[in-house]
C-alpha cells in the first residue's frame, strides 16, 4: 500500500542509492535524492550519461540493480506497475502519437482517469491549459507537427492526473518560441496544481530558467548543483 502521508516530511519521490548496469557497464552507482510535492528538479549530463534510464527508474520501467525508489514512503516495487504509473508518468523523449485523432489520443487515459466523456468541463481546461485549441482536436494525430504532438504528450500524461511527471528532454525538438510556451505551461503546473516534475535537458540556458534544483549526472555520480 502506498502511504497517504502527504506532509513535507514525507518525500513525494525519493531514490535511495540506486545503481544500474548494463552487462559490465555501469551506468550510475549509489545515486539517491529526495524530492518535495512541487518541487521542479532539472537533470543534465552529457549525453550517454545515464539521464534517460534514471527517469525510467523512477517509475519502474527499469528496475535498479541495487537501491530502492520511494513514492510518498512506499516502496515502488511494492504496488501493481498501473498504480504507479498513473501516479508517476513518463513523457519520452520522442512523443508518439496512436492512429487517429488528437481527440482520440486524449479520450482514453481522460475517461480511464476521470471517468469522464470529453464534453466535461475538465477536458475544456485540460486541452486549454496544453495549448490544443478546438481546431487541431480533430486533425490526424499522425500529421500535426513535433510541438503538437509534444503537447498532446503531456495533455495525455496530465490526464491520468499524475503526481510527478517525468519529462525527457520536453523541448529538444521545439522551435524558440514554442519551446517557451511549453516552459511556461510546466511552470504553470508545477506552481498551480503543485505537480513535481523531474526535467531531462541539455539546455543550460533552461536549466536556469526552470528548476528550482539542478542535478547533473555524470560518470555515474549525480551531484547537485543547486
Ligand atoms: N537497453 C539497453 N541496453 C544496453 N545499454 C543501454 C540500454 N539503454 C541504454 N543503454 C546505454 O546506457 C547508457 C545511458 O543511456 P541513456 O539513454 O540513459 O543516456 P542519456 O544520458 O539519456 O543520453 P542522451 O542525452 O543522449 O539521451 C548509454 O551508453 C546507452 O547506450
Redesign the pocket.
Known amino acids: 500500500m502506498l502511504s497517504q502521508n502527504k506532509g513535507m516530511t514525507v518525500p513525494e519521490i525519493k531514490a535511495d542509492n540506486i545503481s544500474l548496469k548494463?552487462?559490465d557497464?555501469n551506468?550510475f552507482m549509489g545515486l539517491s535524492f529526495s524530492l518535495f510535492e512541487g518541487e521542479c528538479l532539472i537533470i543534465t549530463?552529457?549525453?550517454?550519461?545515464?539521464?534517460?534510464?534514471?527517469l525510467r527508474c523512477l517509475n519502474r520501467l527499469i528496475v535498479p540493480d541495487e537501491g530502492s525508489v520511494y513514492f510518498r514512503g512506499g516502496d515502488i516495487s511494492r504496488p501493481e506497475a498501473t498504480v504507479i504509473r498513473r501516479n508517476i508518468v513518463l513523457v519520452g523523449?520522442t512523443p508518439s502519437v496512436f492512429p487517429g485523432t488528437v481527440l482520440d489520443n486524449l479520450r482514453l487515459p481522460f475517461s480511464f482517469a476521470a471517468n469522464r466523456d470529453l464534453e466535461s468541463p475538465d477536458f475544456g481546461i485540460l486541452a486549454e491549459s496544453c495549448g490544443l485549441k478546438r481546431d487541431i482536436l480533430d486533425r490526424d494525430a499522425a500529421k500535426i507537427s513535433g510541438g503538437e504532438k509534444q503537447r498532446v504528450a503531456v495533455a495525455r500524461a496530465l490526464a491520468l492526473r499524475p503526481s510527478v511527471l517525468l519529462l525527457?528532454?520536453p523541448t529538444a525538438s521545439l522551435d524558440g518560441h514554442s519551446k517557451l510556451l511549453m516552459e511556461d505551461l510546466i511552470s504553470a503546473l508545477n506552481r498551480e496544481r503543485k505537480i513535481t516534475f523531474i526535467i531531462?535537458t541539455?539546455d543550460a540556458d533552461q536549466a536556469k530558467r526552470m528548476g528550482n534544483r539542478h542535478m547533473h549526472?555524470e560518470n555515474g555520480v549525480l551531484e547537485e548543483i543547486i
Open positions: 548494463y552487462g557497464a551506468i549530463g552529457p549525453s550517454g550519461s545515464g539521464k534517460s534510464t534514471l523523449q525527457d528532454e531531462v541539455h549526472l
